[in-house]
């Protein structure tokens, strides 16, 4: 399949790398067109207020690639008009750093955006994210990025999966769907671990900014939320609690319909 690729980390991601040698490694044919800085929590933002840059570059990925100076949707949005000669059959995003579960996390995802802006062009969209621990998460920014080999093995692992679903989703999903595949991995993930169907949890995410600090200004505050889900069905937040892969089926043209 042609794929056309993108994240919300930035180009420099270990994770994005790691998506990109897997799928590439199934027999897929890329293009990666991916921010030059991270972009997280951004959505699906457009960089309306400001003229964007892209530019052609080389990292090693044996395949055509741009870095823009923009957010994950621009990236796409930018790719599709402008950069590529040849329509792709898909756009891939991620592999996030960290989970995009719950509808908490999803909407404010630039991850989930980047493949939302492939739906907007008729394409199938599929995003993908990796689970990590607090511990996992802080020691990898502490080495600037850099997984240890335990969290690089997992990354391979779950590249693994993710070129396979890639293969089996895309074809499944006709264009013109307006649907989001939104695939959480765990952490660990095995070869042998298994996926399952999910809806996002009903996650509550208050109080993600701190008190005004001295000069006026707040700050950024993680925050899982608070869990409001009922016991059915399975959740993605449950699902990766679990071990498994989960896989949301993220439908807009469901959004507005009566229950």
Request: aromatic content about 8%.
């Amino acid at each position: 399949m042609k794929l056309l690729v993108t994240n919300d980390d930035g180009i420099d991601c270990i994770f994005l790398h790691e998506l990109i040698f897997g799928l590439r490694a199934a027999g897929h044919e890329l293009a990666v067109v991916a921010p030059k800085t991270e972009q997280s929590w951004i959505g699906a933002a457009k960089s309306r207020m400001r003229p964007v840059r892209s530019e052609a570059a080389d990292r090693g990925f044996g395949c055509p690639t741009w870095v823009v100076d923009g957010t994950p949707s621009d990236c796409v949005n930018i790719a599709l008009a402008h950069l590529l000669e040849v329509r792709p059959d898909a756009v891939i995003s991620g592999i996030n750093v960290g989970l995009n579960a719950s509808l908490g996390f999803i909407f404010a995802s630039g991850t989930v955006a980047g493949a939302f802006e492939g739906v907007l062009h008729g394409l199938p969209g599929l995003a993908f994210s990796q689970d990590l621990t607090f511990e996992i998460y802080d020691h990898l920014k502490d080495r600037g990025g850099q997984p240890d080999d335990e969290l690089r093995a997992t990354l391979k692992i779950s590249a693994v999966h993710a070129a396979n679903i890639v293969t089996d989703l895309v074809a499944a999903t006709p264009p013109g769907q307006f649907i989001v595949h939104n695939i959480n991995f765990p952490y660990p993930c095995r070869l042998d671990t298994a996926r399952r169907r999910t809806v996002p949890a009903r996650m509550i995410v208050p109080g993600l900014f701190s008190p005004a600090q001295d000069d006026g200004t707040h700050r950024f505050v993680f925050n899982l939320g608070l869990d409001r889900s009922p016991p059915e069905p399975l959740t993605d937040r449950a699902a990766l609690a679990q071990g498994f892969i989960s896989h949301s089926v993220l439908d807009y043209t469901r959004l507005g319909l009566e229950p």
